[in-house]
């Protein structure tokens, strides 16, 4: 299968402080990859340089070939990358529909049109819609988001991370904070709108990570210590020492 | 839900205009046209800056640089029209500024919209300085001290329509600000404007989703330096003067007045604010000399109790309507608005006293009218009786907003009951 998201070599410091340290990584097309490890391993760094939020010091990254080294946020979204947020990161004094339309809008090629009236646009509207319906917040979809519950929020974030139909999904720590049942809602969640994409997530919630993903990739210290399979991923002793511990035995 | 809603559209747009044929009719004072004109030009510039304030979350301490300019190049062009060297009727002068301000808003904006937040007020103030510097370096086209005088008589006139008369030029800034306000208003309906609001709100979320906060931000300020620029214009044809002042930080501040006074987080917000602050400005100092005064302690007690304007104001009591407990409020209102003119009748007497001796003592005496009475600012008995009603006025609000509160409580426990059915 071909690589949809390779990283190689890549590095990233601050200042003095290197926190990415030679990551190399290849994600295939249509798998659902989880990056683990413990906290300050990189993970949320690791999801800045690929989404364009940082520029790497050095390295590549490359989407279905193409290099997106460094390139703005929004070209990487062009071209079919898109990322959630740990910490939710969504339009507060825009209601749901409207964090969802906006979301939409670029993939259906309105860009900064000031000369079509949004409510005519019916392709934008009905696009919406679904994704509301998708997230499950139908009840929701005229409340201001900055008012829905957390978990709301968190579904409102995948739902606008999804909106724009990119074939590569980030999450970063999707079911942080919640509740078993929320957590297994957003699980459901999560495979429903993933479906015949690739997902790459970052997660701390063990029994998440082992029930969704192909694949798991163990960041330590800025470096991948191991890839391969949830079964491969357990009887790993270097990740066994290095992070999983007693959790596996 | 959709058709009603344009339906209701249709209706407040009708009124809004109605509203606006009929204010010279009946409003017929020696000044009311010439008040009315100033609020139609008001209106443009306000809701233009919110564009940027309350839709994009900008906050421009130099959005009179595209009005000033805009008028500016106006005034030029009515004496090139004068002077027959350059044809336009003069009801059309307005898209001469609009292109100026459209103009200058793509140079400046190309230079300030790569920031937000604070640097971008930073630099929105700095252009407001280096333009207002620079009109004084360039005489020949900012006029000076003096400014540039015009003559909007020119030209051919069209159905006897010549622009003469103040009542003339009022119905062409009405008509001007008419198409304007739909204009701005349906801005807020496209593509771009739901993108504002997304860029307001988070501008590094927006870059995931595919745009660039900076485009974003460049058009909104373009377009907004346009409708501030027709702003101009009309100002041009109003007053048939325009001088440098009318481009500097103080013009820019005001506007910011009327935005915030009116409420940014609404389309209307800024044209309550315009209505009023141009009201105030024009009324108020014709009765007194402290009215800058009274004006900045307004902003402030604005800002103190009603941060969203005047527009939040009336969405806060919409539910209150809706579940029909207005009513609840009218005496608990009647009694604090009573508490409230005294607690003004008393710090009033105070300023205009202190103004008085201050200003006017040295060439009238200390002998002064006010309210229809004759007192003496020199003696102690004013003093203590203006004091006096200051303080039952602040006891007798503090005691009325017991009772403001008592009925809210009231009225939120209704609607929240209203919702649960």
């Excluded at chain 1, 939710?88 to 309105?110: D, G, Q």
């Excluded at chain 2, 409003?27 to 609020?39: E, I, K, P, R």
């Excluded at chain 2, 994009?56 to 004068?82: K, P, Q, R, W």
Aim: aromatic share 10%; net charge neutral.
């Amino acid at each position: 299968m071909a690589a949809s998201l390779e990283l190689t070599e890549v590095h990233k410091s601050f200042g003095k402080t290197a926190i990415i340290n030679g990551v190399d990584l290849a994600v295939e097309k249509g798998e659902r990859h989880a990056v683990i490890g413990p906290n300050g391993a990189g993970k949320s760094t690791l999801f800045n340089l690929i989404s364009g939020r940082f520029p790497v010091t050095s390295g590549t990254i490359r989407l279905d070939g193409h290099d997106i080294t460094s390139m703005q946020p929004q070209q990487i979204n062009h071209r079919g990358l898109s990322r959630s947020f740990q910490i939710t990161n969504i339009f507060p004094k825009l209601s749901v529909f409207e964090n969802l339309r906006c979301a939409v809008l670029w993939s259906l090629n309105y860009k900064y049109s000031f000369w079509q009236r949004i409510g005519g646009l019916q392709d934008a509207r009905e696009r919406a819609d679904e994704l509301v319906g998708m997230i499950g917040l139908a009840k929701r979809r005229d409340t201001l988001a900055g008012v829905l519950s957390y978990a709301e929020q968190r579904a409102l974030e995948i739902g606008v991370t999804i909106g724009g139909g990119a074939d590569v999904i980030l999450l970063d720590e999707p079911t942080a904070g919640m509740s078993n049942s929320e957590t297994a809602d957003a699980v459901a969640l999560i495979r429903n709108v993933t479906v015949g994409k690739t997902l790459i997530m970052v997660e701390h919630d063990m029994s998440v990570v082992f029930g969704l993903a192909d694949r798991i990739s163990v960041l330590v210290y800025g470096q991948v210590i191991a890839t391969g399979t949830p079964q491969e991923i357990r009887g790993n002793k270097a990740v066994q020492e290095a992070y999983l511990g007693a959790e596996v035995d | 839900m959709s058709t009603h809603l344009s339906w209701r559209r249709l209706l407040i747009w009708s009124a809004t205009a109605a509203v606006m044929i009929a204010a010279p009719l009946v409003f017929t004072q020696g000044f009311a046209v010439s008040m009315l004109s100033q609020m139609g030009i008001a209106i443009i510039f306000a809701l233009s800056y919110n564009m940027l304030l309350g839709q994009t979350g900008m906050l421009s301490f130099g959005h009179a640089v595209y009005f000033g300019l805009g008028a500016f190049f106006s005034a030029h062009a009515l004496n090139a029209i004068g002077a027959g060297t350059f044809h336009l009727p003069v009801s059309m002068l307005p898209l001469v500024g609009g292109a100026a301000g459209l103009v200058f808003g793509v140079i400046f904006g190309y230079i300030t919209t790569k920031h937000s937040g604070t640097p971008f007020a930073m630099i929105s103030l700095g252009i407001a300085e280096m333009v207002a510097a620079c009109s004084l370096m360039f005489p020949s086209f900012f006029g000076g001290e003096g400014g540039i005088s015009t003559d909007r008589v020119v030209g051919k006139a069209l159905m006897r329509v010549d622009f003469g008369p103040a009542i003339q030029v009022y119905y062409l800034i009405a008509v001007w600000c008419f198409v304007c306000m739909i204009a701005m208003y349906a801005l807020t309906q496209t593509p771009l404007g739901r993108m504002a609001n997304a860029v307001r709100d988070n501008p590094e979320r927006v870059r995931f989703i595919g745009y660039n906060p900076t485009h974003v931000r460049f058009l909104m300020l373009s377009l907004a330096g346009f409708f501030a620029g027709i702003a101009g214009a009309l100002e041009v044809i109003n007053f048939e003067l325009i001088t440098a002042e009318r481009l500097g930080t103080v013009a820019s501040g005001n506007v910011l007045l009327m935005a915030f006074i009116g409420g940014v987080g609404h389309f209307y917000g800024p044209v309550i604010g315009a209505l009023l602050v141009t009201f105030l400005q024009s009324a108020l100092s014709n009765y007194t000399q402290a009215w800058l005064l009274y004006f900045g302690l307004f902003f402030l007690v604005m800002i103190l109790f009603a941060p969203g304007g005047i527009a939040s104001l009336i969405t806060l009591h919409q539910p209150a309507a809706q579940v029909r407990k207005m009513g609840r409020l009218a005496a608990p209102y009647a009694g604090a608005a009573a508490a409230a003119a005294l607690l003004m009748l008393g710090l009033v007497t105070l300023v205009e006293m202190i103004y008085h001796l201050e200003t006017k003592a040295e060439q009238v005496g200390t002998v002064m009218t006010l309210f229809g009475r004759q007192m003496d600012a020199a003696t102690v008995p004013p003093w203590l009786v203006a004091i006096g009603i200051l303080a039952a006025g602040v006891l007798l609000l503090a005691f009325a907003s017991r009772f403001v509160r008592a009925a809210w409580s009231d009225i939120t426990v209704a609607v929240n009951s209203a919702r649960e059915a």
